[in-house]
């Protein structure tokens, strides 16, 4: 499952992506917003969405990941990130290895795009890169773990 969600800056190229993934075959639940509005405030969105990645990971499904889309997705990685079982990775260049390298080596399991730095192809190339990769375990399931160690002692 793909869990998506963004602010009103990310807005359009959710709606672009959701199409692209349906296309592809992949099972989506959108998050909202469900309607263009300019107030919207990315954590009322992005937060409920990690809850659902953050869920079906403790619930045994480890495959299930996030996408989460703002005006330079920093804001909502950060608030991502916040949720415990998250690690979200920031997509705001047009270079899809970024994508792939986030998971292959951090284990992202949501990706943070920036829309006014992506085109819509460029950010399902990235999408697409993302969802072909594998954790590569290994090197960097050490480093990882030195981060979850930290992590439990705040």
Same mark, same amino acid.
């Given at each position: 499952?793909? %869990?998506?969600?963004?602010?009103?800056?990310g807005f359009y190229l959710?709606?672009? +992506? #959701?199409? %692209? $993934?349906?296309?592809?075959g992949l099972e989506l639940?959108?998050?909202?917003?469900?309607?263009?509005?300019?107030?919207?405030? %990315?954590?009322?969105?992005?937060?409920p969405c990690a809850l =659902?990645?953050?869920?079906?990971?403790?619930?045994?499904?480890?495959?299930?990941?996030?996408?989460? #889309?703002?005006?330079?997705?920093?804001?909502?990685?950060?608030?991502?990130?916040?949720?415990?079982?998250?690690?979200?990775?920031?997509? &705001?260049?047009?270079?899809?290895?970024?994508?792939? $390298?986030?998971?292959? @080596?951090?284990?992202? &399991?949501? $990706?943070?795009?920036?829309? =006014?730095? $992506?085109?819509?192809?460029?950010?399902?190339?990235?999408?697409?890169?993302? +969802?072909?990769?594998?954790?590569?375990?290994? /090197? @960097?399931? !050490? /480093?990882?773990?030195?981060? #979850? !160690?930290?992590?439990? /002692?705040?």
């Open positions: 499952m793909i %869990y998506i969600a963004s602010d009103h800056a959710k709606k672009q +992506l #959701i199409q %692209y $993934l349906k296309i592809k639940e959108d998050l909202g917003p469900y309607e263009m509005d300019p107030d919207d405030d %990315y954590p009322d969105f992005i937060i =659902r990645v953050a869920e079906s990971h403790a619930q045994g499904k480890p495959d299930d990941v996030g996408i989460v #889309i703002g005006g330079s997705g920093q804001g909502e990685a950060i608030a991502a990130n916040k949720v415990k079982g998250i690690w979200a990775a920031v997509i &705001n260049s047009a270079n899809p290895q970024i994508a792939k $390298l986030a998971r292959e @080596h951090n284990n992202a &399991n949501v $990706l943070s795009l920036g829309a =006014r730095f $992506l085109s819509a192809d460029d950010a399902k190339k990235a999408v697409s890169s993302w +969802l072909d990769a594998e954790f590569e375990g290994g /090197r @960097h399931q !050490k /480093r990882i773990n030195k981060i #979850i !160690k930290f992590e439990k /002692r705040l």
